[in-house]
C-alpha cells in the first residue's frame, strides 16, 4: 500500500513537505496497534472487526476505497483510482438512472474531462466524494459522534448519534446534516440540507438540494468496511439508487495534510470544450 500511496495524488503534497521536515516526522511509517495477525506474522485482514466496549462494530482506522483491477505494468507506474470516483454508478446495471437533462449535463462534463469540477477547483467535494477521493480518509467512532476526516483539503464530516432528529429546514450545506443510529451490527446514517449543483463524481453527476442520503456501514472483518449509499433525488434521477462502496484498511501510516492549492500551478493550464 505505501508504494501505490506515493504514486497517487498526495505524492506532490509530500515533495513540498519535504523540503522543510522528514516524511518521519509526518508520522507516515508508524506501525499501526493492534493489528491481528496469522502465524507468519502478517497482517490478518480477514480477522473479527474490532468492537467497542459497547460491543458495536469499532470502524476506526485510516481507509481508502478500494482501487479497481489494474495489470502489473499498469498499477506499477501510477495509483490506479476506484472506480466510483471517476463514475459513482460504475457498478450499477445500467448506470445512475439520470433525468433525461441530467444525462445530457454529464456527457457535457465529461467531454470537458471535468474541467469545472468543483474539486479540481479547490472547492468542497460533498458528503459522497469523501468517501471516494483518492486521499485517505480516517474514521473516528465515539458513543454519540462518528467523524470522517479526510486528507484531501483537511476536510471533515460529522454523524450525531446522540438522538437528535434531522433539521427540518436546514440551511444548505456542502456535506448535509447527518444523524446516525445502529440497525444490529449496521451503522445507519441519512442526511439532508446538501447545496444545489453538488457533483458526485469526476463525470458531473449532479445532486440537488432535494437529496435525501441513506448510508449503511458494515465492517464485515478487520480489513474491509461495506457502505451502502443510497440516493433519493427526485430531482435529479428517475428513482433512489443504492450503490456500495467498499473500503480497505491502510496500516503504519498517517493522514497527511493536502490542500489542492499549494503550490498550484496548474489551473491556468486547463482545457476542455
Known amino acids: 500500500m505505501d508504494n501505490a500511496r506515493m504514486r497517487s495524488t498526495r505524492l506532490a503534497v509530500v515533495v513540498v513537505l519535504a523540503l522543510s521536515t522528514s516524511l518521519h516526522a509526518q508520522w507516515l511509517n508508524y506501525p499501526t496497534r493492534g493489528v491481528p495477525r496469522t502465524l507468519d506474522g502478517k497482517p490478518d485482514l480477514a480477522a473479527p ?28 507506474v501510477d495509483y490506479v483510482p476506484a472506480a466510483e470516483f471517476v463514475n459513482f454508478g460504475a457498478k450499477l446495471p445500467g ?23 468543483p474539486v479540481g477547483l479547490c472547492r468542497p467535494g460533498g458528503a459522497l466524494r469523501i468517501l471516494t477521493f483518492p486521499p485517505f480518509r480516517k474514521f473516528l467512532q465515539m458513543p454519540d459522534l462518528f467523524v470522517i476526516l479526510s486528507e484531501r483539503d483537511v476536510t ?31 451503522l445507519v446514517v441519512t442526511s439532508n440540507g446538501f447545496r444545489d449543483g453538488t457533483w458526485l463524481d469526476r463525470n458531473g453527476s449532479p445532486m440537488s438540494d432535494a437529496a435525501k442520503l441513506t448510508e449503511r456501514y458494515r465492517r464485515v472483518n478487520y480489513g474491509r468496511v461495506e457502505i451502502d449509499v443510497t440516493l433519493d433525488d427526485p430531482k435529479v434521477y428517475t428513482r433512489p439508487w443504492t450503490v456500495t462502496l467498499t473500503q480497505v484498511i491502510v496500516l503504519d501510516t498517517e493522514l497527511l495534510d493536502y490542500h489542492c492549492m499549494d503550490n498550484e500551478r496548474d489551473a491556468a493550464r486547463l482545457v476542455g470544450k
Open 156 to 186: 471533515y464530516r460529522q454523524v450525531f448519534m446522540d438522538g437528535r432528529p434531522l433539521p427540518e429546514d436546514p440551511t444548505p450545506t456542502f456535506n448535509g446534516y447527518s444523524v446516525g443510529r445502529w440497525d444490529g451490527d449496521t
Open 49 to 76: 472487526a474490532p468492537r467497542t466496549a459497547d460491543g458495536k462494530p469499532d470502524f476506526s482506522g485510516i481507509w481508502q476505497l478500494e482501487p479497481r483491477p489494474c495489470d502489473a505494468a499498469e498499477c506499477q
Open 95 to 117: 448506470g445512475l438512472p439520470y433525468q433525461p437533462w441530467a444525462a445530457t449535463l454529464v456527457k457535457e462534463r465529461t467531454e470537458q474531462l471535468g474541467k469545472d469540477d
